[in-house]
T-cell receptor, first 114, second 116 residues
Framework: QKEVEQNSGPLSVPEGAIASLNCTYS??????FFWYRQYSGKSPELIMS????GDKEDGRFTAQLNKASQYVSLLIRDSQPSDSATYLC??????????????FGKGTHLIIQP | KAGVTQTPRYLIKTRGQQVTLSCSPI?????VSWYQQTPGQGLQFLFE???????NKGNFPGRFSGRQFSNSRSEMNVSTLELGDSALYLC???????????????FGEGSRLTVL
């Protein structure tokens, strides 16, 4: 069974700095990786996806994937108070029974201090 | 375009009862997944339906079941409720099934179930 590990935080970052969120996963056959953001009392929303090793940038967000180390990260540049939320790492892949549903980590609570 | 709609939003049940939750996906989305979210366990996958067929099932007991209708609307049922079933149940729809690996899920606001 896949496991996705994240530091629960809270991770406190001053406004304007870079927030770095990390995630490790246990299953080497995992193929697709995602970052979801969940504001308090709201449902998760997809903010980044990454499928191959390296970096993927989208605006202030950069996702990094290292399959050899089974490691995914999310960098948020120029952090804003509106970035304060819980960030969920999610992993998808095949197992013996076929394609699985997404496996989520428990999330990292990020606080951007004005 | 309307988002994913879940009903009811809140409900309270007692142990031993059963509950049915409903989900209407985004128009045109044929894949519906259900997740349970609790503070201790986070988001846990329950099952996925695509074109009325269950594609995947998570590690939950048989008391948890679901189905999908021809209009892609989905329901999940929990029988013989236990205190530990208290959670936020989230439905998510996607234009593609899980085999595509895209992982792009659009979540509803959830149904918060309290079991007393």
């Amino acid at each position: 069974q896949k496991e996705v590990e994240q530091n629960s935080g809270p991770l406190s970052v001053p406004e304007g700095a870079i927030a770095s969120l990390n995630c490790t996963y246990s299953d080497r056959v995992s193929q697709s990786f995602f970052w979801y953001r969940q504001y308090s009392g709201k449902s998760p929303e997809l903010i980044m996806s990454i499928y191959s090793n390296g970096d993927k940038e989208d605006g202030r967000f950069t996702a990094q994937l290292n399959k050899a180390s089974q490691y995914v990260s999310l960098l948020i540049r120029d952090s804003q108070p509106s970035d304060s939320a819980t960030y969920l790492c999610a992993v998808w892949g095949y197992s013996g029974g076929g394609a699985d549903g997404l496996t989520f980590g428990k999330g990292t609570h990020l606080i951007i201090q004005p | 375009k309307a988002g994913v709609t879940q009903t009811p939003r809140y409900l309270i049940k007692t142990r031993g009862q059963q509950v049915t939750l409903s989900c209407s996906p985004i128009s045109g989305h044929r894949s519906v997944s259900w997740y349970q979210q609790t503070p201790g366990q986070g988001l846990q996958f329950l099952f996925e339906y695509f074109s009325e067929t269950q594609r995947n099932k998570g590690n939950f007991p048989g008391r948890f079941s679901g189905r999908q209708f021809s209009n892609s609307r989905s329901e999940m049922n929990v029988s013989t409720l236990e205190l530990g079933d208290s959670a936020l149940y989230l439905c998510a729809s996607s234009p593609r099934d899980s085999h595509s690996g895209t992982g792009e899920l659009f979540f509803g606001e959830g149904s918060r179930l309290t079991v007393l």
